[in-house]
């Protein structure tokens, strides 16, 4: 398959429009091999009537939701980073602790581009096996993305070898998998009960969303021009508690930003709200 420069252009602009991702220039072989792939599971006979079905407004918008979907990248692994997940266990949930005077308190945690789950299962299973909460404390899990096939994905919570082996340790995945199809493993129904799977895109406000004692916002910004990723940046500093933590991904940093002020860890460093 094959796709016009013009129709390019406008896979480019409607991704970026709805998303904030920015496909790039030398990006037309990715473009192309999605939209072939969303072609042939809706039974297009080309790329070109594909695109021209978006135009139209196609299963009423629902074509051109498949296409901007199919445009995500959805890269990640469990325990991701793993000094990340160790700086939550021990030094961020244990500051936590340190500045609550509540014995009945809820930790709300959120992946807020969770892609297929790993981040916030990697999480769940972290603060289970080892016990990091006082015993009276709650624990709230939220997983967002923007796409709705990758969170449906995320929900059922089903992975194959190469995914589970990619992070997990045999402990792990004995306590907290159980046979699926085939060689895949699904993570069981006690810990994906505990997390609450939200569509979301990061554009939006956010309003009704808690405020989170810990956020993840790894993976995604890197996909944004500045404009948008101070945008996302404002929202998300109006869903973090005073004494939160945003954790950003490896490659990426804030430098000199207005909301947030980085805090070295022994690990990591960790972002937290500028005290005003
Ligand atoms: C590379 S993955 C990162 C996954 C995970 N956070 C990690 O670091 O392993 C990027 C995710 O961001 C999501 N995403 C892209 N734009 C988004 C937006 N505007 N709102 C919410 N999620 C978005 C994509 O669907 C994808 O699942």
Known sequence: MYIETADFDYIREIVHQESGVIIREDMAYFVE????SVARLNAFNSINDLIISAKNG???NEIKRLIIESMMIFESSFFRDKHYFETVREELIPSIISHSDNNNYE??????????GQEIYSTAFMI???NVLPSTWKVNYMASDFSGELLKKAKEGVFNQFEINRGLSGKLIEKYFIAHDGSDLQVNPSIRSRIKFVKFNLFENGASIPQMDIIFLRNVMIYFNDKDKNKVLENVSKRLKPNGFLILGSTESLVNNILFEPVHFQ???IYKLKSK
């Open 107 to 116: 930790l709300n945690i959120w992946s807020a581009a969770c892609s297929r």
């Open 267 to 269: 690990k990591a460093i």
């Open 58 to 60: 196609g299963y009423q």
């Open 33 to 36: 091999s999605r939209l072939a």
């Open 128 to 130: 289970d096996y080892f």
